[in-house]
């Protein structure tokens, strides 16, 4: 055990006594610098805040223990203090007072460390939403408000200190570092502390990110989200009359073509790996803030993500694994999405903001993307909503081939092998002209086995079968039409639910079975637009 592992060790068991809470009191210090705030709130959201929801949510110390649609992320946002930014840009006459009420109330209920309440990601969140909005939460309030409000800020602000200096691991350290970097030039203008915590940020950018700039989770949320995390601190810094570090804009270099590549047609990010919806806006607005001018990345071999352009047709498909310190993460592997022109037409299930451990758990399942499924197993072990089992897919290749504008990109994952002794290997094509989209899964090994392959359809996609059941006529929009062949069985048209829109709506998915008999097994399928 090293060092820094042991320290950690020590506060973490610390923690749990009254003590430790006498170990973060200090002197009431007054902020001397303000901070910019890059990404102000939503004013229809500020001003559709339902204050009794919040009261309740600001007042848990634990997940709510319900079957109702609240879960885990509608408290978590709540002591994130993610609605302040919204409640700031409503302009209401009142938004002050409550937001002042609201504060002082979160700060009565949780006035020590608790596991929930002061858990690591939402601590440095609810730190940096305090220090951002500090002016329009401190105007006009009482002398009692502001010690209680500067008194907690401190408090929070060295245990954050304390989980940066001895467990700065895992795949938050953008965030804790940004937090560390307001507070230190929020309170203190320049510091002696600016110059290390700046030093960790660096090291935590290469261990929280591939070669490629893909972040760590493989999740394009909170890949936009680590941008965002450095753009405030690129803009704080500047804001203090320091110039930002190279080594940040370069950072800010290698991740943004990255977050292009996430987005299909309509701008917006796609469902992977438990991304949360995103409207093309805001994404729009984080690339124009990076300012970084260039196209997309279309091959990321170590975050996994392989990309196909072509005419008004883009594809994008899963060949990640997910990573070492990456558990909560969809088991999705070799499933695909595209869109023509800005219309959606093949997805994923995606995964609801507010939904039941039961929900979230099938969403993050194989069968919730659009790929390729044996007896109803997933390719990895999930278990519980956030996490993953010994059994996964531990080995992908992939390789990627471009002749005169067509592109073609094969991929083999494992995930199988241990089960059923079955490698699934999946091979796509895309024409030059955007207009043609062919596939293969291959099976070798094992056999005895049977499965589907699911391709999840856009809800504003209709589909119908025709020639005898044979193919499937797709509809998007008024004109544009899509035939899909297989050389399978015939194909069914099933249920499904779709969540890339911020509320579940119906749709429908295509089905089509398939016996592996063994040693190998082709399916091929296709969609091709219709002229």
Same mark, same amino acid.
């Given at each position: ?285 984080? $690339? @124009?803030?990076?300012? &970084? *001018? /260039?196209?997309?990345?279309?091959? %990321?071999? =170590? #975050? ?49 903001? $507010? @939904?039941?451990?039961? &929900? *979230? /758990?099938?969403?993050?399942?194989? %069968?919730? =993307? #659009? ?161």
């Amino acid at each position: 055990m090293t060092k820094m592992s042991w320290a950690g060790g020590i506060i973490r068991l610390l923690l749990r006594f009254r003590v430790y809470d006498l170990t973060l009191r200090s002197r009431l210090r007054e902020p001397k610098q303000n901070l910019p705030i890059l990404f102000p709130g939503d004013a229809e959201r500020g001003r559709a805040i339902r204050v009794g929801d919040l009261i309740r949510l600001l007042r848990e110390r634990g997940p709510v223990q319900t079957n109702v649609p609240v879960d885990l992320d509608q408290a978590r946002s709540a002591q994130r203090f993610d609605w302040l930014a919204d409640l700031h840009a409503s302009e209401m006459e009142t938004a002050e007072t409550v937001a002042r009420e609201l504060t002082a109330l979160w700060i009565d209920a949780h006035p020590a460390w608790h596991d929930f309440s002061w858990a690591d990601h939402l601590i440095v969140d609810r730190l940096a939403n305090w220090m951002l909005y500090a002016p329009f939460l401190l105007r006009g309030g009482d002398e009692i408000f502001r010690e209680a409000f500067l008194d907690s800020m401190h408090r929070q602000a060295r245990h954050v200190r304390r989980l940066n200096r001895f467990s700065m691991t895992g795949l938050d350290g953008f965030g804790r570092a940004r937090s560390e970097i307001f507070y230190e030039i929020m309170f203190a203008g320049e510091s002696r502390h600016l110059d290390d915590i700046l030093s960790r940020l660096a090291r935590q950018i290469m261990d929280e990110t591939f070669p490629d700039g893909g972040h760590r989770s493989r999740n394009p949320s909170r890949h936009m989200a680590a941008i965002g995390n450095l753009l405030d601190v690129h803009s704080t810094l500047t804001v203090a009359g320091r110039d930002p570090p190279p080594w940040l804009q370069a950072a800010l270099a290698r991740m943004t073509p990255v977050l292009k590549m996430f987005c299909l047609g309509d701008g917006g990010l796609c469902g992977i790996n438990g991304s949360l919806p995103t409207a093309p806006a805001e994404v729009e607005r984080m $690339l @124009a803030l990076a300012g &970084v *001018r /260039t196209r997309a990345v279309v091959n %990321a071999p =170590h #975050s996994g993500f392989q990309r196909l352009p072509a005419g008004q047709t883009v594809v994008l498909l899963d060949c990640g694994i997910a990573d070492r310190i990456n558990d909560n993460e969809s088991a999705g592997i070799l499933a695909f999405q595209f869109s023509s022109g800005r219309r959606k037409i093949v997805v994923n299930c995606g995964l609801p903001r $507010l @939904a039941t451990p039961e &929900v *979230r /758990t099938v969403c993050r399942g194989s %069968a919730a =993307h #659009s790929t390729l499924i044996l007896a109803e197993t997933n390719s990895s072990e999930l278990i519980g909503v956030e996490s993953m089992g010994q059994r996964r897919a531990k080995r992908v290749d992939c390789m990627r081939q471009e002749i005169d504008r067509n592109i073609l990109v094969e991929s083999e994952q494992d995930g199988y092998l241990e089960l059923f002794g079955v490698l699934h290997r999946r091979a796509l094509y895309l024409s030059p002209d955007g207009t043609d989209i062919r596939g293969e899964d291959r099976l070798t090994g094992g056999g005895g086995v049977g499965g589907v392959i699911r391709f999840h359809l856009h809800p504003d996609v209709g589909a119908s079968l025709v020639e005898g059941g044979r193919s499937v006529l797709l509809r998007s929009g008024k004109t544009e039409g899509w035939r899909f062949q297989t050389s399978a069985d015939r194909p069914a048209l099933e249920d499904s639910i779709y969540f890339g829109d911020g509320v579940p709506r119906h749709c429908c998915q295509i089905v089509v079975s398939f016996a592996h008999e063994g040693p190998s097994t082709l399916l091929k399928w296709r969609f091709a637009r219709e002229r």
